[in-house]
């Protein structure tokens, strides 16, 4: 039985995985941490990781950028291994997580869901096609109106993994606006949408001289997210220090 501690546990997504845990033989919450406390949950839950003195096999992290920092603090102190899942961090935040793992177990990933783990690699193939031939690249993304971060987690890692095949000579561009001048060849353009519930949708295109091809990705249910971040704590308790991505969970 695997003890979790749930960050961001009073959440959208803390709630879904609070359900998953508690219909699973094989794991087990054992404390929460969320700025919100007034919910009712069947495992103590604390405001702030130095309120917290339970120990743990794993953290699943969803929360915010802002709690990364204390997140990571305590993941150290404790040498517990982390599930991340927040996205919108900083350069220097995804620069300390580099550097913490080499001493805790550290899996980072801004999509739980094996739709789209499973495209990060469709798209090399079909990046390694489409863009020599001269196709521009451009990522739609769709979520709803609670959502802080822009462009989404995913829509970076599914330029990223393009972009990492031409040793990352691609420019992001995330505002047209301003622009006055054609689009240059080597930029990856990122659209947002932000309404209503949307749960997520990413929209990769591949566009060239008389075809488009479009490659989509639609959750629509935050469980999808909630049963990879489940996996993959369960992937990661006990293993030595490393940064982990859900490629190492879903073979
Ligand atoms: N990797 C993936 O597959 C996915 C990643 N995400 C990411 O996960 C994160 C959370 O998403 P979601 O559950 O929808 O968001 P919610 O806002 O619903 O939940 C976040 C929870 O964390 C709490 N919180 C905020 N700041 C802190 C803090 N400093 N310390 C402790 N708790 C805090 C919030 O409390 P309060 O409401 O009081 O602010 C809230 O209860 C986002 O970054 C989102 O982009 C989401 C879905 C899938
Ligand atoms: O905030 C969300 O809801 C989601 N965030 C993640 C992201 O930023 O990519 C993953 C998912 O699309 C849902």
């Known amino acids: 039985m695997i003890k979790i501690i749930m960050h961001g546990c009073n959440g959208h997504m803390g709630q879904v995985i609070s359900e998953i845990v508690k219909n699973d033989e094989s794991s087990t919450i054992v404390a929460g941490i969320d700025l919100n406390t007034e919910r009712k949950n069947d495992y103590p839950v604390f405001q702030s990781f130095s309120e917290c003195d339970i120990d743990a096999d794993v953290i699943i992290d969803f929360a915010s950028a802002k709690a990364t920092d204390s997140l990571l603090d305590f993941c150290l102190q404790k040498s517990i291994p982390v599930v991340l899942c927040t996205t919108g ?3 220097q935040q995804i620069e300390r997580i580099e550097k913490e793992s080499k001493k805790v177990a550290i899996l980072k990933s801004a999509n739980m869901s094996l739709g789209i783990n ?16 001269g196709y521009d690249v451009e990522i739609i993304e769709k979520h709803h109106n609670q959502k802080i971060d822009a462009p989404s987690g995913t829509a970076l890692a599914l330029a990223d993994s393009i972009n990492e095949v ?5 420019v992001y561009k995330y505002d047209r606006t301003l622009e006055r001048e ?9 659209s947002v949408v932000r309404g209503g519930t949307i749960v997520g949708e990413h929209e990769v295109i591949f566009a060239g001289t008389d075809e488009v091809i479009e490659i989509k990705h639609t959750a629509y249910s935050k469980a999808v997210f909630g049963k990879g971040a489940v996996e993959a704590a369960k992937f990661l308790a006990g293993k030595a220090p490393g940064l982990y991505n859900m490629s190492d969970v879903i073979k």
């Open 89 to 91: 961090l900083s350069n």
């Open 118 to 133: 499973t495209l990060l690699k469709l798209l090399q193939d079909a990046a390694k096609v489409f863009v020599p031939a």
């Open 166 to 170: 031409f040793d990352n000579e691609y």
């Open 182 to 190: 054609k689009r240059d060849k080597k930029e990856i353009g990122m």
